[in-house]
């Protein structure tokens, strides 16, 4: 392969720092960089470097008791395009006074920020989220509300708005790093990751964390819980507002009281959008039918399924089908070795300890099958 001259090098990588806070959660911040790493490994690029932070680069406790020395400290950070804070158990209490002065200086530099898990408290309590849409790990909703009521905060898995991303914990940062991907690098690189992690459906901005009732409703509400699991359980076979009610032991007045009062919406639109979450779930991941997943919804008529979903959801169900991010509507791609094509950078050929996570990963990376296999734009 011939050496690379300097204008073969491909674009500046995106330089992404994760503050990590003290019980911060693993399992995000690992959905988080993996996604960019295997952006790398499929583009034959170094598209994205990732560094770890911390106050004074001191090692931070993990949630479950797992010790990480970052790699630099956050006063000392090479240049970083994007910052990440990556929360976790009680952010209220990891934030500290440094944290919310260095964070304030990254954003009057003008740097992206975001937030992982619980991230977006410390966001919030130093004040860059203010008339922003934010999402967090539905645990901690309620208390940013109350908290922080200029943060427009959203029950959604992630949530990105103009130069602030944030979102809710467990995988769900996979779905917003590989979001971010798509939009900057293309479909075909986001669906060519996702089949490395053989991650069948990426999910969207739109879609919602499911937020346990009894969160929501504490343990004082045992008839709502038990007429909603009803409804739960007999989507394709509606039940009727009085059979509800009867099942309850309530009056159908005291039905349409409780949902109100407790829900903010009458008991038939609460068993509506059950079933428009159901079908939307079955559009992304099933092949069923438009029909048959009308049917398994409780629509007898294709049409009115159509209207009631285009009103919930902003789209008709044939365009949400056809709309999702997914290895199999992205289009075939063909997969090449790295010797069949004319790589921008000579991995080989660059001196070693250059100090990249990111670029050490992709030295490891190159003699694999999929290693340069997704040709980008």
Not at 39 to 57: F, I, K, M, V
Not at 73 to 85: C, G, N
Request: glycine share 6%; proline share 6%.
């Amino acid at each position: 392969m011939p050496t690379p001259t300097q204008n073969d090098r491909p674009q500046k990588a995106t330089s992404i720092g994760f503050l990590l806070l003290d019980n911060f959660t693993l399992i995000s911040l690992a959905a988080a960089i993996e996604p960019l790493r295997m952006a790398n490994q499929l583009s034959g690029r170094e598209l994205y470097q990732w560094h770890t932070l911390s106050p004074g680069g001191e090692a931070v406790r993990a949630s479950d008791g797992l010790n990480v020395t970052p790699d630099c400290p956050m006063e000392t950070p090479p240049a970083l395009d994007m910052i990440v804070v990556c929360g976790g158990i009680a952010p209220y209490r990891a934030a500290r006074k440094e944290h919310l002065t260095w964070l304030r200086q990254q954003a009057d530099r003008h740097r992206k920020l975001g937030a992982i898990c619980t991230g977006s408290w410390v966001l919030a309590s130093a004040g860059l989220l203010d008339h922003y849409e934010a999402s967090t790990h539905w645990e901690c909703i309620a208390a940013m509300q109350e908290a922080f009521p200029r943060v427009d905060l959203s029950s959604r898995l992630f949530s990105i708005d103009r130069d602030r991303f944030t979102s809710s914990g467990g995988t769900a940062p996979l779905d917003m790093m590989l979001n971010i991907i798509g939009r900057n690098h293309g479909k075909e690189l986001a669906a060519g990751i996702s089949d490395m992690f053989i991650y069948d459906h990426v999910r969207n901005e739109q879609d919602q964390q499911r937020i346990p009732l009894k969160h929501m409703l504490g343990a004082n509400q045992p008839k709502l819980l038990e007429i909603v699991a009803l409804m739960e359980s007999n989507l394709e076979e509606l039940l009727t507002l009085d059979e509800l009610a009867s099942y309850a032991g309530l009056s159908r007045r005291q039905l349409e009281r409780l949902f109100q009062k407790n829900l903010k919406c009458s008991p038939s639109r609460y068993y509506m959008r059950l079933r428009l979450n159901r079908a939307r779930s079955l559009l992304k991941q099933s092949s069923l039918s438009i029909i048959e997943v009308a049917s398994a919804c409780g629509f007898v008529s294709t049409p009115h399924f159509s209207k009631c979903y285009r009103e919930q959801f902003g789209i008709p169900p044939r365009s949400e089908r056809l709309g999702s991010l997914s290895p199999s509507t992205v289009g075939q791609r063909v997969l090449v070795t790295a010797n069949d094509l004319d790589l921008p950078l000579d991995i080989s050929a660059l001196p070693p300890g250059r100090g990249s996570s990111a670029f050490e990963a992709l030295a490891q990376a190159r003699d694999e099958p999929t290693f340069a296999s997704v040709h980008l734009n």
